[in-house]
């Protein structure tokens, strides 16, 4: 009978925000020798390379879902923001995941407001549900019911547990990294969610060969939903 893996019990995720824009980084963390999830804006320069590459390389990928923040200032295009009618949302998400075809899920861009706005996340979550989409709270706000309302309508959903590179520093963002290690050992998974700074590649790719030798076992983020 063969010994459990010592990575069982601490699976995880790490997802790359706002892909789409910084191709040399985004490459770079598409060349790691280890499972991450790419996170892509619609309608921004490299939207449907950097999904394509991805993919084909194995990577997860993603809709990055622009939403309205509290601040309401403009996340991007393809936003879904509180003033929408039911109609709107729906078509406006639409039209952001016709944008990456090749997701199997998606995530909120900011979103502090919309995400907290029930009515909202419902016409959001019914349009992930019916093209079989997962759904990532990425908790930019604690007020977000984002997994809740996907859980309700029985569409496969998380929340991000850790940030990893609110400051641009290698240092800062390899503590992040372990916190999100420790995360995974203590309730069996965790996602960190970064960005393709410089910073935060280098930061993965120094860590990475240590935490898989404590037992880390590195996923997609499609992996953790429930």
């Given amino acids: ?15 790359i925000d706002d892909c789409g824009q910084w191709l040399d980084t985004e490459r770079a963390l598409i060349a790691l020798p280890i499972p991450l999830t790419l996170s892509v ?11 394509r590459e991805a993919a084909a390389a194995g990577k997860g990928v993603m809709l990055h879902l622009p939403m309205e923040p509290i601040s309401h200032m403009y ?10 009618s039911d109609e709107q949302v729906s078509a406006q998400t639409e039209d ?5 075809p090749l997701a199997k899920g998606a995530n909120n861009h900011e979103g502090s407001e919309a995400s907290a706005n029930e009515r909202v ?7 992930m549900k019916s093209h079989d989409l997962f759904f990532i709270d990425s908790l930019t706000s604690a007020k977000s019911i ?6 309700e309508a029985g569409v496969p959903s998380a929340k991000r547990d ?9 240092a800062y963002t390899e503590s992040m990294l372990e916190r ?27 860590l990475y060969p240590k935490l898989q030798n404590e037992g880390v076992q590195f996923v997609l983020a499609q992996e953790l939903v429930r």
Avoid: C
Wanted: hydrophobic content about 45%.
């Fill in 96 to 100: 952001d995941v016709a944008q990456v």
């Fill in 75 to 84: 996340p991007g295009p393809g936003e879904i923001r509180d003033g929408m």
């Fill in 146 to 151: 984002a997994q809740q309302t996907a859980r």
């Fill in 41 to 51: 804006l619609p309608h921004v320069r490299y939207t449907a390379l950097v999904a």
């Fill in 121 to 127: 996340m419902k016409d959001v979550v019914s349009v």
């Fill in 162 to 170: 850790v940030f990893l590179d609110n400051e641009a520093s290698v």
């Fill in 1 to 15: 009978m063969e010994s459990p893996s010592p990575a069982s019990g601490a699976q995880l995720a790490i997802i």
């Fill in 180 to 206: 999100a290690a420790r995360i995974a050992r203590e309730n069996g998974s965790a996602i960190a969610i970064g960005h393709p700074k410089p910073s935060t590649l280098a930061a993965i790719r120094e």
